[in-house]
Structures are given as structure tokens and as C-alpha cells.
T-cell receptor, first 116, second 110 residues
């Protein structure tokens, strides 16, 4: 079974430029998560989707971050414009659970973003 | 709010040493508890989990017991190997969210 796929693996951009990350979850997983992991820290949730609906985006900085999950499968996370403080690893995860259940989340390898 | 506090690293041990990585949590209700591991260059993987008090999660020789009275979920392994070198994250799950600790880097010397 293929795991969670993310691309690109690495991205270097200058500040004020836009950037987008793509995630393909495990087949059949209806819940998808985007996390940000700063250096030396644990992942922090940005947004959670159940199918195509964003059910928790309370931690997403909506002035510059946006996300979509059209058709309830692949997802894209975008930053526009990027700031120096956005340098981090952006992780995508998926799970088969929904609602209040806590099912095992499977993580992709992440995209390491460097903003210069 | 809910939070997880884990032992700061880095932790350096010799091969075959006993390992303990401490983890305590603060939560309302009855969370599930997890240990995730991140090997160099790889994504986070679930190592083990426990869903209720006194449950013991185990995998690959690692164990952790859900202790409600001390709000702890310490990770232990009796004899570590070089291949166990990684970053370990304690996490709690509640209301469909997972909250991670800051991670503990473990290095094992041959």
C-alpha cells in the first residue's frame, strides 16, 4: 500500500513569493491533516479535512495561508506571500477515522521550506 | 488547554543500554496517548499507542503504560540498538486532534 505522498520534498524561495505544497493521502482515507513543524519542535496542526470539508482550520493563518481539498482526495496548501518565519517542514497526514475518533495518522515525508 | 511535556534531549546512550524517555500530559477528559518516531530523512511513524488508563502499548521492544494517576506515558526499552537513533515524539489525542510534544532526539553509540 502506498503511503502519503508529498511534493516537493524541498523548496527554497525568497520572501514575498508564493509557494504551494501538494499531498496525496493513502487511498480510502477520508481525513487529511496539514501540520507545520518548526525546527526542534513537534508538529502543530494547521488544518484538518474530512472529505472535502475543512472541519478545523482554527490554527491556519488565513491572511496568507490557504488550503483546498477538491474532490476529497488530494490537497494543496498555499502560502502567499511567504515570510521568513514560514521556514519549516510542512507535513501532511491522513487517517481513516472521522468525527471525534482518534485514529492512527499516517504521515508523509514532508516538504522542507526555506524562505530567504 | 491540553498539552504534552517530554524530556528534553539529546539523549545519548551506548548500545544495549536501558532507555527511558519521560512524557507527562495535561488534558481534560480521557485522551489517547501515542509515541511517534521520526528516523533520519523519513516521515513520522506511529510507534505505539494506548487508549485508556493502565493500557500498555508496545512495539519493536518499546513499551509505554498509560498512567492516569501520574498523567504520564513514559517510553522504555530494555536494550537499545544503533538503529533506534531517531527523534521520539509523545502525543495525546483528544476531540479528533493530536497534540505533540517537542520531541526527544536519541543517539545510540555502537
Amino acid at each position: 500500500e502506498a503511503g502519503v505522498v508529498q511534493s516537493p520534498r524541498y523548496k527554497i524561495i525568497e520572501k514575498k513569493q508564493p509557494v504551494a505544497f501538494w499531498c496525496n493521502p493513502i487511498s480510502g482515507h477520508n481525513t487529511l491533516y496539514w501540520y507545520r513543524q518548526n525546527l526542534g519542535q513537534g508538529p502543530e496542526l494547521l488544518i484538518r479535512y474530512e472529505n472535502e470539508e475543512a472541519v478545523d482550520d482554527s490554527q491556519l493563518p488565513k491572511d496568507r495561508f490557504s488550503a483546498e481539498r477538491l474532490k476529497g482526495v488530494d490537497s494543496t496548501l498555499k502560502i502567499q506571500p511567504a515570510e521568513l518565519g514560514d521556514s519549516a517542514v510542512y507535513l501532511c497526514a491522513s487517517s481513516s477515522g472521522a468525527g471525534q475518533r482518534i485514529d492512527t495518522q499516517y504521515f508523509g515525508p514532508g516538504t522542507r521550506l526555506t524562505v530567504l | 488547554g491540553d498539552s504534552v511535556t517530554q524530556m528534553e534531549g539529546p539523549v545519548t546512550l551506548s548500545e544495549e543500554a536501558f532507555l527511558t524517555i519521560n512524557c507527562t500530559y495535561t488534558a481534560t477528559g480521557y485522551p489517547s496517548l501515542f509515541w511517534y518516531v521520526q528516523y533520519p530523512g523519513e516521515g513520522l511513524q506511529l510507534l505505539l499507542k494506548a487508549t485508556k488508563a493502565d493500557d500498555k502499548g508496545s512495539n519493536k521492544g518499546f513499551e509505554a503504560t498509560y498512567r492516569k494517576e501520574t498523567t504520564s506515558f513514559h517510553l522504555e526499552k530494555g536494550s537499545v540498538q544503533v538503529s533506534d537513533s531517531a527523534v521520539y515524539f509523545c502525543a495525546l489525542g483528544s476531540a479528533s486532534k493530536i497534540i505533540f510534544g517537542s520531541g526527544t532526539r536519541l543517539s545510540i553509540r555502537p
